[in-house]
């Protein structure tokens, strides 16, 4: 059976950072582009970043780059999304999910990752 559990949620001030992670058992993980996505309340969830497999190729919402950096060690199951300059926008649920299509580039459709957690908060207040 698949877990996939995301942790590093948190209050957090405007302007400032935080890391989440997220850990997936039961695959093969070395298999799997993995995706970081985001729903705030009221709106519908959105892809925030992605990494292949093999960690050499990522991509970033436009509304994030230069801020989010996406990673992932193979050896632990585990895939990071480091944020800075954190903004009140960036409040939402963060999910991250493992799908087993190539994405190579892009980042990805909901509908393209099979495995998904069940999210972690992160907002950000003035």
């Known amino acids: 059976q698949v877990h996939v559990v995301e942790s590093g949620g948190a209050l957090v001030q405007a302007g400032g950072s935080l890391n989440l992670s997220c850990t997936a058992s039961?695959?093969?993980?070395?298999?799997?582009?993995m995706g970081w996505f985001r729903q705030a309340p009221g709106k519908e969830r959105e892809a925030v970043a992605s990494?292949?497999?093999?960690?050499?190729?990522?991509s970033y919402a436009d509304s994030v780059k230069g801020r989010f950096t996406i990673s992932r060690d193979n050896s632990k199951n585990t895939v990071y999304l480091q944020m800075t300059s954190l903004k009140p926008d960036d409040t939402a649920m963060y999910y991250c999910?493992?799908?087993?299509?190539?994405?190579?580039?892009?980042?990805?459709?909901?509908?393209?990752?099979?495995?998904w957690g069940q999210g972690t908060q992160v907002t950000v207040s003035l």
């Open positions: 999910a493992a799908g087993q299509r190539k994405l190579l580039g892009r980042l990805g459709l909901s509908s393209e990752f099979q495995y």
């Open positions: 039961g695959l093969v993980f070395g298999d799997y582009d």
């Open positions: 990494i292949s497999r093999n960690g050499y190729i990522t």
